[in-house]
């Protein structure tokens, strides 16, 4: 069955870095775009980051562009999260998800099929 498995979350300080994987079993990674969503405390889900399937093309909420950076390995059927300088404001469960509707905006969680359990990031000194 389709499985998303996140991990690497934890508690760093700010200017810190994490990186998560998002280990997908059951499909073949290579045809599905896989996004990262964040969800805190009393807020809305937001989206966070995609990989485009079919050329692994990358896009980020405004609020990440040049700290996070997604990468794939199809090979692994892995999706990596690496965040970095982190802020207090990206504490959040970060969850990947498998995209299968491509005809709208990237960030469209209802679009996603599949979902993780989730990892949580804190970020506090």
């Known amino acids: 069955q389709v499985q998303l498995v996140e991990s690497g979350g934890g508690l760093v300080q700010p200017g810190g870095s994490l990186r998560l994987s998002c280990e997908a079993s059951?499909?073949?990674?290579?045809?599905?775009?896989i996004g990262w969503f964040r969800q805190a405390p009393g807020k809305e889900r937001e989206a966070v980051s995609c990989s485009r399937r079919s050329d692994g093309w990358a896009y980020y909420a405004d609020s990440v562009k040049g700290r996070f950076t997604i990468s794939r390995d199809n090979a692994k059927n892995t999706v990596y999260l690496q965040m970095n300088s982190l802020k207090p404001e990206d504490t959040a469960v970060y969850y990947c998800a498998r995209r299968t509707r491509y005809g709208s905006r990237w960030d469209n969680r209802y679009d996603y099929d599949y979902w993780g359990q989730g990892t949580q990031v804190t970020v506090s000194s």
């Open positions: 059951g499909f073949n990674l290579g045809y599905f775009g």
